[in-house]
């Protein structure tokens, strides 16, 4: 179902998102399309169409969140909200790999995020790939962000769902 919402709030949503998607960070202008508008809490879900609960996201983000709110931590197995990006602080639930093809979640929010939207999906790895072969990515304008160094060779990569999630797992 198509919601109308006004020029001027997408707009607004736009600039206060920065043009990019708020879950891969995605840029505008790296991307084919508009970015879409987003309900971060679905309409069917009991989410409304007002400004403070929409924001800006990628297709294949948007695609890939439905109608989720929650997701399961794949380190604790816990049920957790996703992330907000209206709310929350990108860099305090993710960071990006060393080599910088992978989002990889700090907090249960951002691992669970991670694996919901699939956030490493093989094409955002081959596209992100030739951003940095054309010097586009990481993004370099974010501040303090940090990124992960991974070891060579991590104690186990889990594959949930065929996405990428770095964590190591301890051994009990």
């Keep these: 179902m198509s919601v109308y919402i006004p020029d001027d709030v997408k707009e607004r949503v736009r600039q206060q998102a920065g043009n990019r998607c ?4 995605s840029r505008q202008e790296y991307v084919l399309g508009f970015l879409e508008i987003d309900h971060i809490i ?4 009991g ?9 800006l996201a990628c297709r294949l983000c948007n695609h890939y969140k439905g109608m989720q709110t929650h997701g399961r931590d794949p380190l604790t197995g816990r ?3 996703l992330f907000n990006p209206r709310k929350q602080r990108w860099s305090q639930h993710f960071r990006w790999s060393e080599d910088g093809l992978y989002i990889v979640g700090r907090a249960a929010c ?3 995020t ?4 699939n956030l ?3 094409i955002a790895e081959m ?15 974010w501040g303090n962000m940090t990124r992960v160094s991974l070891p060579a060779q991590p104690d186990r990569l889990a594959f949930a769902r065929g996405v990428r999630v770095f964590w190591r797992r301890n051994e009990v």
């Design 127 to 141: 596209v992100r790939r030739k951003w940095i072969e054309a010097g586009w990515h990481p993004p370099k304008d």
């Design 47 to 55: 989410g409304s169409d007002g400004e403070d609960n929409l924001w």
């Design 42 to 45: 679905p309409t069917a879900r």
């Design 22 to 25: 708020g879950y891969c960070r």
């Design 120 to 122: 490493n999906n093989l």
């Design 79 to 81: 049920r957790v909200r």
């Design 114 to 117: 991670v694996v919901a939207l």
């Design 110 to 112: 951002g691992r669970a």
